[in-house]
Structures are given as C-alpha cells and as structure tokens.
C-alpha cells in the first residue's frame, strides 16, 4: 500500500464554500484515491495474468533466446501476490503446473499426488509431493503470527528453465518446486517427502527445506539414477513388522535371561569361551531392551531422545562387535589348537567389545549431537487417487553419512568378517568328518553345529543388504523375524550344548566307572 501525502498541504478540509473550491476538493480526492487504487493494485496480479505469464514462458521455449531462471522467480512472485477467493489456485499449461494453498498456523500437512491434481494429463510419469505439519512453525512461533501464508508449488514438465553447464538430464524431465510465502524454509525435523517414478519404480527424495527438486540421471536418458533414496515400507505391512518385532524382541529379553541363570549355575562358568558368550548375550539384552523402550515410549525430540538414541547406535555396535569377537574366538578354538593362551584373554576382549563402540560414539556427539533425535521413516499407503505419505517417527541416527558409515558400514564389515570365518569352520569340520568317517546319526550333529554357528556370529544381518527391487518383502519379514528371535536362537543353540557337554561328562564317568 503506498502513502501518498496530502496535495493540499496546511489546508483544512473544505466542508462549505463556493463552486470552485468544491470541485477542487473534488479533484484533490478523485487524485487522491486514485493513487491509492495504483498503489493497491501494484503488488496484485490476476488469476488471469498469472497464467498469460505461463503461456509467455512456454512460448519462449520455441524462440531463439532460452528461457531463464528470472523467469521462474517472476512467476513465483506473481503466484505469491495473485488474488483469488477460494483456499487454493489451481493454473496449468502444457508444461507448467502452479498451485498455490492458503494455510494457517493451524496447518497440519498436505499430500499432493498427480492423479489427484486438476487438468494434469494422466499420460505423464506419476509424483507426489508431502508437506509436514512442521512447515508452518517458525512463521506461527513469532509474536505476531501471520493470518494468512501462502505455499505455492510449481511442476515443471520440461528441464528447459534450469539446464547447467552440463546439460544434465532429469528424470521424466520433472522439476517440482515449492516455496513458503517469502520465507526461507529449512532445518525441519519431520522431511518433505517427494516421490518420482520411473516405469514402476519408486525414487524418494527427502529433504529438510523447500528449494526445486528433480532427479539427475547418470549418462543417458535411459539409465537409471546413480542414487536412489530406500523405498518407503508400505503401510499395510507396518503393523504386521511392528508385531513381530515387539513378540521378537520381547521373547529374546526371557531368552537372553534364562541364559545367563544357566551360565552361572554351570560348572565351569570361568571358561573363557563361555564368558564370550555371555558378553554377546549382555550386549543383545541391552540392544532389545533399548529397541523395546524407543518403539514404545513416545519419547519427544529433545535430550531425552538424543541420549536414548545414543544408547540404541551403542547398543547395535557392541552386539554387532561381540559378534565379530565370536568369530575370531572360533578361528582361535579351530585353528590354533596348541597355541590358544592369550595373557588376559577376556579383558582385552571386553575392552574392545565395550570400549570402542562407546568411544565411536562418544565422538559422534562430541562432534555433532544433532546427529541423533527423531529419526523419520517415510511409509507409503496406496489410494485411488495416488500415494500418499505418512511418517513413523523414532530416536535414532538421523545422519545419513553417519548412518551408512556407523550403521550400515559397520554392521556389513562385521558380518562379512563372520561369513569368512563360518565358510573357512564348515571346511574345517567337513575335513575333520572324512578323516574320522563317523557313523549316519553324527550327520544330524554336524547339522545343529552348523546351524548353531550360523546364530552365533549373527550371519543373518547380511539381509539388511537385500532391501531393494523384488527383495524387499521378503527381506523386511526375514530380517525382523531371525534379528529379533537372536537371543531365543543363541538359547536354544546354548542349552544344545550344555545337553551335549553334559553327554559327554556322563559318558566318561560311565567308562572310567567300567574300567
């Protein structure tokens, strides 16, 4: 709204006089409201006008001089100051796609999908766009809050307004932006979910701020991208996993105790290998435990999440550890049979078991504490009209280099050491068996030492590597499935072989009785 000053200054209003100094009273107003009118109108731009710039931004695209990026802001600009009745704008050309939401700080998210918006032709490649109720909190939380924001979103369908350098391709030749108001939107917690499709896959993009998003491809139109986000875990199968690994874990915690109460009621609790197990059963009862608490407390962001998640990554490194200490307390037992003393076995062992898990992430959060807090999982739910998103919230790791260094990185060093060593055991036993040529039942043994080994170094963690393509059901079930039930595993494989060790004492008791 401009101010314009009086034309009249150091006069008063007129209320009575002659003909002439009415109607200059008259014209004074008439110029008056008229610059008031010009300087109201400047800043508004038509539902009409807004989508003639639309069409002249197309028609650029066959002229000679190439579009630019101007362009794009000019046309947000306009979205942003265009008028209009109803809560949301809805302008389409050929390639161009704008809409524009009025919200409030009562806002609590929005799911936009391409088979649910207006005049877009259903021959284009499908996307999808979610908002989180968090984008509307830095404007609401100031002292004087907005009566009105405005979100606007524009789909590109053509890459010709953004081309580099390089002339990048794009997938589908898709560019999605958004853009709050005149606001700088970014650092949010709970990510804006964009979802692109190439033939029948999905590709997630997440991000914690508003910008212009699109998918680059590798070298060729053809090829797929060189990163692709994990898929979203469909809604329907949440509950369903969510189950097993509550019964899972819950079943491991009783399983986990009772053998602890059958390692020291054992008669030779001081035996080093024994004492290793035990340390790998301490390290799952506190990784099941911590996974219990933060899948059923609804712990807020905050410190309290930042420490519960700290506890959970250490946790997850110290079982995965006492796993690979297994395997190399194995390769000792197999292959140094008379050279197996080492001057304070266990306690290095334990210091490398405990200690640097809790060194690794001690300096994490001496680095960046914000590393952990409330971890977002993106779940998908299909509908009629499209794919719509929804987001299952946990503490843990919400850095994804750390998370693929720390978690993923880790966790597959571990289990490769472990499948190395269980590959290099089952030679060993099978040459030990030719040599002695036991008899039919001793087949059955070998089968339960083989599957026992199997559970003790944890092998079954290299399924979280098959989460992609046609893997992904069946791995999101066999993962949750044989992780959680690790320590009823490692319990029933422990009582194996105290029944087997009690055998073998009676045995001898028995023959040196006869002899």
């Not at 709970?190 to 692109?196: A, C, E, K, M």
Request: glycine share 6%; hydrophobic share 45%; aromatic share 10%.
């Amino acid at each position: 709204m401009m101010t314009v000053a009086s034309p009249f200054p150091g006069q008063e209003p007129v209320l009575g006089g002659d003909l002439g100094q009415s109607m200059d009273c008259c014209g004074a107003l008439f110029f008056l409201c008229l610059l008031t009118l010009q300087g109201t109108a400047k800043g508004i731009t038509g539902k009409e006008e807004v989508l003639g710039y639309m069409r002249r931004m197309e028609q650029q695209l066959k002229g000679r001089k190439p579009p630019s990026v101007d362009q794009v802001h000019n046309l947000e600009q306009k979205l942003l100051n265009a008028t209009f009745n109803d809560d949301k704008l809805n302008l389409s050309t050929n390639n161009i796609h704008s809409l524009v939401f009025k919200l409030g700080c009562n806002f609590t998210g929005l799911s936009l999908s391409s088979a649910a918006l207006e005049k877009v032709p259903q021959a284009r490649a499908r996307h999808a766009m979610h908002f989180p109720a968090e984008l509307t909190r830095d404007a609401c939380s100031t002292p004087v809050r907005p009566r009105e924001l405005r979100l606007i979103c524009i789909y590109f369908f053509t890459n010709s307004f953004f081309q580099d350098d390089k002339n990048s391709s794009l997938l589908n030749n898709y560019v999605l932006g958004a853009q709050l108001d005149q606001r700088r939107v970014k650092n949010l917690r709970d990510l804006v979910n964009i979802s692109f499709w190439h033939n029948q896959s999905l590709v997630l993009c997440r991000c914690n701020h508003l910008t212009y998003f699109a998918v680059l491809m590798a070298c060729s139109p053809t090829s797929l991208p060189q990163q692709l986000s994990p898929a979203p875990v469909p809604a329907e199968l949440l509950a369903p996993l969510q189950y097993i690994s509550l019964v899972g874990c819950s079943v491991s915690v009783v399983a986990s105790l009772l053998t602890m109460v059958l390692h020291l009621r054992a008669r030779k609790p001081n035996d080093s290998t024994r004492r290793i197990h035990m340390n790998l059963q301490i390290s799952v009862l506190l990784l099941n435990v911590t996974f219990l608490l933060s899948a059923m407390l609804a712990v807020p962001a905050g410190a309290a999440c930042v420490a519960l998640a700290a506890v959970l990554h250490y946790a997850l490194l110290s079982c995965l550890t006492w796993m690979a200490i297994e395997g190399f307390n194995l390769y000792l037992l197999l292959g140094r049979v008379y050279n197996v003393y080492i001057h304070r076995y266990v306690l290095k062992l334990c210091t490398l078991g405990w200690g640097v898990p809790a060194l690794l992430v001690l300096l994490v959060l001496a680095v960046k504490s914000s590393v952990y807090g409330l971890h977002t999982i993106p779940v998908s739910s299909s509908q009629e009209n499209g794919t719509s998103f929804q987001n299952v919230s946990m503490c843990w790791v919400r850095s994804p280099s750390v998370h693929g260094v720390l978690v993923m990185g880790y966790s597959g060093f571990t289990t490769l050491f472990n499948l190395v060593v269980l590959a290099w055991a089952l030679g060993v036993l099978r040459r030990l068996r030719l040599r002695t040529k036991g008899p039919g039942p001793q087949a059955c043994r070998d089968t339960v030492t083989v599957l026992g080994l199997t559970v003790l170094l944890g092998t079954t963690w290299a399924l979280a590597f098959f989460s992609f393509g046609v893997f992904l059901l069946p791995q999101l079930f066999l993962f949750s499935i044989f992780n959680s039930l690790y320590g009823f595993f490692f319990f029933l494989w422990f009582c194996s072989q105290k029944y087997r060790s009690e055998v073998e004492v009676k045995a001898e008791m028995e023959a040196l009785s006869s002899s």
